[in-house]
């Protein structure tokens, strides 16, 4: 084997050992802000890596094609030393080509990981996701074109902030005026002990025709949605036989709702509220929605605006 052979088989050593980001025999739960920076270092280091790797293989393969030597050969000049080919070169360059490849393919994990998290912080990112909200509250006219889910938290503050400010801009502006469907849909939070009866309350209201009233008076009272509270908020909205409130909400009837909202929220990707889903409902009665827009947290009106607009464009009809 030459010297550059050797060479570039020592510095192959060394990438795939001292080289290789610690980030890889990390936890999965490392928080993915921290790895932009090094995957940018590392896709340099891998450039230098191919390159390295290309001439191993030219050399490897000139090797090969070379006869052997015998004791009748004149012997190479001293200004190009030799070594004997042997077993242990043949497996040291097969190893550290194994090596190579083993780095290329935790590049592409990481990779694959960094752009997940980079979409996953996007105020606006496309989907492919459909549900039925054919059993759910929603404002405006049911064969509206397009469809606006709202996955809500009753203790959420964030929601609270774009129910009152964003909230009343949407709905004046494409609710009212026929453009949109807006649905809400329930996510109560595992670390907000009271939402999930406070959902549970709302949809018993809604068997009085209160749903909407009843939303109302839990936003605005939601650092205090205590069981006991909830009657006398359903007095407040309105609520006309409490007799069938209270036994409704004793019953839990809703609480699979809020379950199964949950677990379909969660494979559309909602993983906190406020979480939207915007796509264009189904004409044929079905209650169904293709999502193509889904849109993180409490946004600016202008980001509904801008995404609303692009849907209702004629070019996308």
Not at 222 to 248: H, I, R, W
Not at 270 to 278: A, D, H, I, N, R
Request: charged letters at 25%; glycine letters at 6%; proline letters at 6%.
């Amino acid at each position: 084997m030459n010297m550059r052979l050797k060479t570039l088989i020592a510095c192959g050593a060394v990438w795939s050992v001292s080289m290789l980001p610690a980030v890889f025999a990390a936890e999965p739960s490392l928080e993915l802000s921290t790895l932009s920076a090094e995957v940018q270092a590392l896709k340099a280091r891998q450039l230098a890596i191919q390159a390295d790797l290309r001439e191993i293989r030219e050399l490897l393969a000139g090797s090969r094609q070379q006869p052997a030597r015998s004791d009748t050969d004149e012997p190479a000049p001293e200004s190009e030393p030799t070594t004997p080919p042997g077993p242990a070169n043949g497996a040291d360059s097969a190893a550290v080509l194994e090596q190579l490849e083993e780095m290329r393919k935790k590049l592409a994990v990481y990779e694959k990981r960094d752009e997940a998290a980079r979409q996953a912080r996007l105020p606006v990112r496309d989907i492919d996701f459909t549900l039925d909200v054919s059993d759910d509250p929603f404002k405006g006219p049911a064969d509206a074109r397009l469809t606006l889910v709202e996955f809500t938290d009753y203790q959420c503050p964030y929601c609270a902030r774009h129910k009152k400010t964003v909230m009343p801009e949407i709905l004046k502006n494409y609710v009212d005026t026929g453009k949109i469907r807006y649905v809400l849909r329930d996510f109560p939070l595992a670390f907000h002990a009271n939402a999930a009866k406070a959902h549970e309350a709302a949809h018993c209201a809604s068997e009085q025709d209160k749903y909407w009233e009843m939303h109302e008076v839990l936003f605005t009272n939601q650092k205090a949605l205590q069981l006991e509270n909830l009657p006398k908020y359903a007095e407040t909205a309105g609520v006309a036989d409490m007799a069938a409130f209270e036994s409704c909400l004793d019953s839990g009837r809703y609480a699979d709702r809020g379950k199964q909202s949950l677990k379909e929220g969660s494979e559309a990707g909602v993983s906190g509220t406020p979480s939207f889903l915007l796509g264009v409902a189904a004409t044929d009665g079905s209650g169904t929605v293709k999502a193509t827009k889904f849109i993180r947290g409490a946004q600016n009106y202008n980001v509904f605006e801008d995404t609303i607009k692009k849907l209702l464009a004629p070019d996308q009809g």
